[in-house]
């Protein structure tokens, strides 16, 4: 197995050798939006990272894994109003999914996981992988990564200082941010979210929804309407290089077990 592991780093006559039927590809995407004023903007970054830690751990468990460039820009949702973000439309993020699908597939590269860091990027990897499911019979899974982070969290530093850490602009980026790139986290930022925000007469319930008659009721809110510091619903000094560095193993182990125990065995129709 090569020791390269980006497939940007492979040269043409190394991918036609290595890219074969049984390799895996990783997918790694994320966003660049407002993920508090302490953190760096790019998420996408802790997504490639972790796309490479799950790459490693598996081939460790003796599968030739790689990682794709990853997908930068996220789509478009409330965080829009974040100074200095680019999100990219539904539309436009579907049709890059379905052209790097459609390139690899081509290939014979057909075993395939999405590293998601993203929730807006859901609906757009939901509908091209059933797209692709239905017909080419590409089973392509997306381990959304903050998603199943927020699972883990209670079970490793425990569900009280979990549920106070957790949320937008806390747990898990911010702690996987000190442990994947320390020097990127301005320290000096770090503060406990804003509570109280309104709209129109209306306690704001989250970053798309109000509060009324204690139902929470979808509407179309900015980010920066909901919080000015870019964290909700969290407390972020309590987010910790330590909790980052056992969650970025336990994501790594999770990840890499599904490419091992499922991917790489083939998940096609």
């Not at 075993?111 to 239905?134: C, D, F, S, Y």
């Not at 979990?162 to 301005?186: E, N």
């Not at 509570?195 to 109000?210: P, Q, R």
């Amino acid at each position: 197995m090569i020791d390269k592991i980006r497939m940007a780093e492979l040269t043409s006559e190394e991918a036609r050798q290595e890219l074969t039927s049984e390799a895996v590809v990783l997918l790694p995407m994320g966003s660049l939006e407002d993920q508090g004023i302490h953190a760096p903007m790019g998420d996408y970054l802790a997504a490639d990272l972790m796309a490479m830690e799950i790459a490693k751990a598996a081939r460790e468990g003796g599968v030739s894994t790689f990682v794709a460039p990853v997908i930068p820009f996220g789509g478009k949702d409330y965080f829009e109003s974040s100074h200095g973000g680019i999100s990219i439309s539904h539309a436009t993020l579907c049709g890059i999914l379905d052209d790097m699908f459609g390139c690899l597939n081509r290939h014979g590269i057909r075993k395939i996981m999405i590293v998601n860091g993203h929730g807006g990027n859901v609906p757009a990897i939901t509908e091209v992988a059933l797209r692709w499911r239905q017909k080419a019979g590409l089973f392509i899974p997306s381990m959304y990564l903050w998603q199943v982070a927020y699972g883990e969290l209670p079970a490793l530093i425990g569900a009280e200082k979990a549920k106070a850490s957790s949320g937008h602009g806390g747990d898990p980026l911010t702690s996987v941010g000190l442990h994947f790139y320390p020097d990127l986290i301005r320290k000096d930022l770090v503060r406990e979210a804003p509570t109280g925000s309104t709209i129109k007469g209306m306690d704001i319930g989250g970053f798309s929804s109000v509060v009324y008659d204690g139902a929470k009721i979808q509407a179309p809110i900015e980010a920066l309407e909901a919080t000015e510091t870019g964290a909700y619903g969290c407390n972020p000094t309590l987010c910790s290089a330590e909790t980052g560095d056992v969650l970025v193993k336990r994501l790594a182990a999770i990840g890499a077990g599904l490419v091992i125990d499922h991917v790489a065995k083939g998940l096609h129709d």
